[in-house]
């Protein structure tokens, strides 16, 4: 059978949960180009925003297992819908923020906590359930692929309202763009209606979720990804903190930064569909270190270099080609190890080293920039660890490729 007639079935459920991560994830991604004029507007500087986007990442990823273990529980719609309400929430606190504790709350903990009910590892796990093993590779670089094209609408948007309205208007907008988040929820939910099918010719289990991290914990290849994946969230989340406030000290045009963040979501989705469909035929493991180190390299070529507004874009099409090829190759990992029973779950945990990587990258890098003056030790230091993490990753993956150990 075709991809297509694999995928027909299902296809509101993909569909949903493809939009509900494509909108919560192109604000989120978005929320750079609020920190120079909010900076101005409030007592809150460059270091007190990054920590709070540092705060959001900690309590998305410290939350992750804890949400995939309840829609395992309980079932993927409502922990869907309320991480939704709860997205919804934060982005009004934040819009009527008048200093850090409204950021915070409202930027930082709640909008992590909702993430954490809809982003990456939960609209990934959906979407495993809802297609058969042969189809998944591709469907789950499809899903991160439309998952990033929320970023076309939502830096555009947000730029064009900040620049004749201001900040304030600006996270409303992104407020309006969050509400089509509710559908997408309620049509992804379907998912809780499917049977759930063995991994591997296994039959569904009873296994705890405990046994199950205890497993997890157990395989050297789970272990190893997981500690890459920190790394990984260091580098993205240094970059869609502080790239706008780097360019503004370079003294480029602000809406170079929005086109930036526009470039990334664009090549992000020819990266999901490409490591997508490769995941599909080569070692899901090696790919991930590739993207690791070609990252690492693309960093040092940017920075090195005097920032203009030709390399600055061609810059961030690199980064966004290798940005979300990481999702559909960690969630297939988990559900090729482990299975699909406690794969949300699984999968919280090792995002959950990403989000401990983005609160260094967003925070440190923010802490550096206020000590030192500048991001160059920064920069350097996101190169050096990319490229260890990535050439752990490959030679691990080669030399001991990872055994299924199926929990249904």
């Known amino acids: ?17 493809a939009v509900m991560l494509s909108i919560g994830m192109g604000v989120r991604q978005s929320f750079g180009l609020v920190m120079p004029p909010l900076t101005r507007d409030i007592a809150v500087s460059v270091s007190d925003f990054a920590l709070a986007l540092s705060v959001q990442n900690l ?23 309320s991480g939704t309400l709860l997205y919804l929430a934060g982005l009004a606190l934040f819009a009527s923020a008048q200093g850090l504790v409204g950021v915070m709350l409202g930027a930082g903990a709640l909008i992590g906590v909702a993430l954490a009910c809809t982003a990456s590892a939960i609209a990934l796990a959906v979407g495993s359930r809802a297609v058969p093993a042969r189809s998944r590779s591709l469907v789950l670089g499809a899903i991160t692929a439309t998952g990033s094209l929320g970023a076309l609408l939502s830096a555009p948007l947000g730029q064009a309202l900040i620049v004749e309205l201001g900040w304030r208007a600006g996270v409303l907008g992104f407020f309006a763009l969050a509400l089509g988040m509710l559908p997408a929820a309620w049509l992804a939910g379907r998912v809780d209606r499917l049977p759930l099918p063995g991994a591997g010719g296994a039959a569904p289990g009873d ?36 790239l706008p406030s780097y360019l503004a000290i370079c003294g480029l045009d602000p809406a170079l930064s929005a086109q930036a963040l526009a470039a990334i ?38 920075f090195v270099l005097p920032p203009t507004p030709a390399t600055t874009l061609v810059f961030a099409s690199l980064m966004g080609f290798l940005w979300l090829g990481v999702g559909p190759l960690v969630a297939g990992s988990v559900a090729e190890m482990f299975g699909l029973r406690w794969q949300a779950m699984i999968q919280g945990v090792a995002f959950m080293s990403h ?4 609160f260094l990258g967003a925070f440190g890098g923010g802490l550096l920039f206020e000590t030192l003056g500048s991001y160059d030790l920064a920069w350097r230091l996101g190169v050096g660890l990319g490229l260890l993490a990535g050439l752990v990753q490959v030679s691990f993956a080669l030399m001991r490729p990872p055994r299924a150990r199926s929990f249904a």
Request: with cysteine.
């Open 355 to 358: 989000q401990l990587g983005s």
């Open 207 to 242: 296994i705890s979720p405990r046994a199950a991290l205890a497993s997890a914990f157990k395989t050297p290849s789970f272990l190893v990804m997981t500690g890459a994946y920190f790394v990984c969230g260091m580098q993205l989340l240094f970059i869609t903190t502080h």
């Open 59 to 81: 309590a998305w990823g410290l939350l992750q297992p804890v949400a995939g273990l309840l829609a395992a529980r309980l079932g993927f719609r409502p922990v869907m819908l």
């Open 1 to 17: 059978m075709s991809v297509a007639e694999d995928l027909r079935p299902n296809l509101a459920i993909v569909l949903g949960a």
């Open 265 to 302: 979501g664009l090549f992000n989705v020819f990266g999901g569909l490409f490591f997508g469909w490769a995941g599909g035929r080569w070692s899901k493991l090696a790919l991930l270190g590739g993207i690791y180190v070609s990252r690492s390299l693309v960093l040092v070529w940017y």
